[in-house]
């Protein structure tokens, strides 16, 4: 997971911070997954991503080790869309910086 | 179209289940270790008859004659009508068994995670739960209102990282970790995991539901076998295994813990466990204590079974617990597995996601003590000639790893 942010400091990415979870979100999708995805807000984890459960834990948790967030589980389960992700993300980790 | 129809998922997978006969109606149970299905004589080796005193004569006639002396059941919950002399009776052998100073019990197991997980831990608290958790401490989790942090099994430095987040917020901490998992049979890392707990100033709850009667010197549990008693702030635990009735409990020795009894709606609002029960549980545990012999036949069983199936080349769990899992290729193979052994007269049980870790098919066995060397190799036997029969044994041979 280091290695992407290494990837996003290299590259520069600059913008709204959704643009870049957006970004980060979506190379671990790639790595949960193993093969490139098209993601928007609009995507849905499970039906869009076909992730089972199984799958859907171990992207958290690649999340979770990612941001150095933990994401509750009722925070989990209102989660069912990318755009519902990145919020999390951004409510976590401005919460952890308070 | 009916209210149900949002399971229909799941009713597609019951009925492919229900079409194999997956779901077992024993003819009758014979003793510990056998049972008659579909009028044929098969060994039960899926049963969690730890210490084999389902048929014990002495806890057989104390049931008998509590029924006998104060009914079939207490018709009240603990607070109401339902707190009799011997439910007293059994908390505090508890609570002694474990030199503990407090003891509750529940009318089940499943009730006891509830009641406990939801009740100690409330808003603005953080109750950190291994990933592999039963049901049970999962539903605990969902009753109460903390907010709930899953960690990754049996991983103390991922528990670590999880406290280190919450540093700086106000709330306590509960750690839940179980003695042996129910799926795999595998210990929890309890020290290590004690030691995060003491270092980030935590509580710490260990369900022994699987290791009670079967881990410890004093057959306490992982708590014990670990040397880490002291660290372990509350234990939950069930008599529906080594102790061969229904019920469960909590001891600890937080010194206000009885005020449980008056916010742990789990415990007041369902009726206590019927007099016949306790007095059965009562007998069972008396014996957990006084014939340690138990436990060396089980531990022996259990050794034996795992040696014998990790030598066939079966991929079985990390550790020769009483619960030994073999792991299956896939759905497929694991219920024609599964159904050769029922119909060579050998039940088990059959366990497919999402009951499972990591999405794995397993034939999860349970040893008892009071299975005989011969049921073992018998079970063995049957092992072998399933595996050669579905040309699995080869295979499995060439793969050679654990599951875990």
């Given at each position: 997971m280091r290695q992407i942010r290494?990837?996003?400091?290299?590259?520069?990415?600059?913008?709204?911070?959704?643009k870049v979870i957006r970004d980060d979100i979506s190379t671990i999708f790639e790595q949960v997954l193993g093969h490139p995805v098209n993601i928007s807000d609009r995507t849905d984890i499970v039906e869009d991503l076909g992730m089972d459960s199984l799958g859907v834990m171990n992207f958290v948790m690649a999340i979770e080790d990612f941001y150095d967030i933990s994401i509750p589980l009722d925070r989990i389960a209102q989660i069912q869309t990318v755009g519902d992700l990145i919020h999390a993300v951004e409510d976590l980790r401005s919460g952890t910086q308070q | 179209m009916t209210i149900l129809a949002k399971h229909a998922a799941q009713r597609v997978v019951y009925e492919e289940l229900h079409s194999h006969g997956v779901d077992v109606q024993f003819d009758s149970v014979l003793s510990p270790t056998e049972?008659?299905?579909n009028?044929?004589?098969?060994?039960?080796?899926?049963?969690?008859?730890?210490?084999?005193?389902?048929?014990d004569p002495d806890c057989i006639s104390e049931a008998i004659e509590a029924t006998r002396s104060q009914g079939t059941g207490t018709t009240g919950s603990r607070v109401a009508n339902g707190t009799y002399g011997s439910h007293i009776k059994l908390e505090r052998a508890l609570a002694e068994f474990y030199g503990r100073e407090h003891a509750m019990?529940?009318?089940?197991?499943?009730?006891?995670?509830?009641?406990?997980?939801s009740t100690l831990v409330g808003r603005g608290d953080h109750l950190l739960l291994d990933a592999d958790s039963h049901a049970s401490i999962y539903d605990g989790s969902r009753l109460g209102h903390s907010e709930v942090i899953r960690f990754r099994h049996n991983n103390p430095d991922d528990l670590y990282k999880r406290l280190r987040r919450l540093a700086g917020q106000p709330g306590d901490r509960l750690i839940v970790v179980e003695g042996i998992y129910s799926m795999l049979g595998d210990t929890a890392p309890l020290k290590e995991i004690a030691a995060v707990k003491r270092e980030t100033g935590a509580y710490l709850?260990?369900?022994?539901?699987?290791?009670?009667?079967?881990l410890g010197e004093k057959g306490r549990g992982l708590a014990e076998a670990a040397g880490v008693e002291a660290d372990v702030d509350f234990i939950?635990?069930?008599?529906?295994?080594?102790?061969?009735?229904?019920g469960g409990f909590?001891?600890?020795?937080?010194?206000?813990?009885?005020v449980l009894r008056l916010v742990c709606r789990p415990y007041m609002f369902t009726a206590s466990l019927p007099p016949g029960v306790v007095a059965s549980t009562l007998q069972a545990l008396s014996k957990l204590q006084s014939e340690p012999a138990l436990r060396a036949n089980l531990m022996h069983n259990?050794?034996?079974?795992?040696?014998?199936?990790?030598?066939?080349?079966?991929?079985?769990?990390?550790?020769?617990?009483?619960?030994?899992?073999?792991?299956?290729?896939?759905?497929?193979?694991?219920?024609?597995?599964?159904?050769l052994l029922l119909e060579s007269g050998l039940y088990l049980n059959l366990a497919i996601p999402p009951a499972t870790p990591t999405d794995v098919c397993l034939l999860r066995t349970s040893v008892s003590a009071a299975h005989t060397l011969q049921q073992i190799d018998t079970a063995l036997a049957t092992f072998a000639d399933v595996g050669r029969r579905l040309g699995f044994l080869d295979s499995q041979k060439r793969r050679a790893g654990g599951v875990a």
């Open positions: 290494q990837l996003a400091l290299v590259e520069n990415k600059v913008g709204p911070p959704e | 049972g008659m299905l009028g044929r004589k098969t060994i039960l080796l899926g049963t969690n008859n730890y210490l084999g005193l389902t048929f019990v529940f009318s089940t197991g499943y009730q006891a995670n509830l009641g406990v997980l709850l260990v369900d022994e539901a699987h290791s009670l009667g079967v939950v635990g069930t008599f529906s295994k080594s102790l061969g009735s229904v909590c001891v600890s020795d937080s010194p206000d813990f009885d259990a050794r034996r079974l795992y040696d014998g199936l990790q030598a066939m080349g079966f991929e079985t769990g990390p550790e020769a617990n009483p619960i030994i899992a073999v792991a299956m290729p896939n759905q497929e193979t694991a219920v024609a597995f599964w159904k």
